[in-house]
């Protein structure tokens, strides 16, 4: 069992980095999910991750980074429509992948030529980047802090159910309230001549679009991206879309739909912001009562709900 943190202290933070450096893992909040981080030079606190997490290794990880200064530490080739993508958005919900440095090893980037980077955007994750940058290192690698296909958390409670029996007494939990955005970062290949998404999130097609002025293309490439799997980020309850709720069933929908007798509501959220803040916790909720099935109503429409409708696609195709 690992220890748990919720007074984050700039001290506190030091000794957190301390325990990175040292490779030990330290779980933190950031503005999407729980990440589950590592000294990203570290190969053996790297392994770690992936027994605690139960994730084949050949699938990479993102390395979070204190600020846009550090790309060019793991990243051998940054064009100008990344960079811009950087100035705009980071810190923040995006993850950019690029050609890989010599210091992206592969036990990051599970073997492949490229690698994927964030700076993330949530008080304790970036007084957790600093310190570890005070402390000598350049990186900390995290994938969301579940097992590998669960949901992804977004409180503290949730990480230690999640990974509590697999963590060691030196491994540590920061505790920073529940994730603002809820769902994982939108992730853009930026290997090519213009910005691909591997994976939708908070920022949108139309944003990237604006800031660079370049049409997206698709993900046509033969990349590794564990969250494009078809059955991830699923609970144990069965998901179904586009259906009628009925009795014993659990119900997420928007605010303006009513519940019917016998249902029981999960979560109303009010707008696609909330939805996505609210959709984790709620389906974590449906295997906490113990409900077989849940019903949930997507939303229409642009923006951050077409990542919360890819994520339900995933989760409706069960683990
Ligand atoms: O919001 C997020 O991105 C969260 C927080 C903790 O930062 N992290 C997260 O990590 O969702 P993870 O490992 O659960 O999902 C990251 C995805 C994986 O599907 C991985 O395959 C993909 O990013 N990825 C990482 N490096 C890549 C690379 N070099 N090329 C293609 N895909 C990559
Ligand atoms: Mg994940």
Excluded at 23 to 34: M, R
Excluded at 292 to 303: A, D, M, R, T
Aim: proline share 5%; aromatic share 6%; with cysteine.
């Amino acid at each position: 069992m690992s220890q748990f943190l919720s007074n984050c202290t700039a001290d506190a933070m030091l000794d957190a980095a301390a325990r990175l450096k040292a490779g030990d893992l330290v779980a933190f909040p950031t503005e999407t999910v729980y990440g589950l981080g590592a000294d990203a030079s570290n190969s053996q606190a790297v392994a770690r991750i992936y027994s605690v997490k139960g994730r084949p290794t050949d699938h990479p990880l993102i390395v979070h980074i204190a600020s846009i200064d550090r790309v060019g530490n793991w990243a051998r080739e940054v064009p100008e429509y990344a960079i811009a993508l950087a100035r705009s958005f980071w810190p923040g919900p995006m993850t950019l992948i690029f050609k890989r440095s010599e210091s992206a090893g592969d036990f990051i980037t599970g073997g492949q030529d490229s690698v994927g980077v964030r700076v993330p955007d949530h008080v304790v994750a970036r007084a957790l980047l600093e310190a570890f940058e005070r402390v000598g290192g350049v990186g900390v690698a995290a994938p969301s802090a579940n097992r590998f296909g669960h949901v992804s958390p977004t409180t503290a409670t949730a990480v230690i159910e999640e990974l509590g029996d697999y963590l060691s007494k030196d491994d540590l939990v920061l505790d920073g309230g529940a994730c603002d955005v809820g769902i994982e970062s939108t992730i853009i290949d930026c290997t090519g001549a213009a910005p691909s998404v591997l994976r939708p999130g908070a920022i949108s097609i139309a944003m990237i679009e604006d800031c660079t002025g370049l049409k997206t293309t698709q993900n046509d490439k033969e990349i590794r991206v564990s969250g494009s799997l078809e059955n991830h980020y699923a609970p144990v309850a069965t998901v179904l879309l586009r259906s009628n709720a009925i009795a014993g069933q659990g119900l997420i929908a928007h605010s303006s739909t009513d519940t019917p007798e016998g249902v029981i509501r999960l979560a109303s959220p009010g707008d696609d912001e909330e939805f996505a803040r609210i959709l984790y916790s709620a389906l974590r909720e449906a295997d906490a009562q113990g409900l077989k099935e849940v019903v949930v109503i997507e939303p229409l429409g642009i923006g951050i709900a077409v990542a919360i409708r890819d994520r339900l696609t995933r989760a409706a195709n069960g683990r």
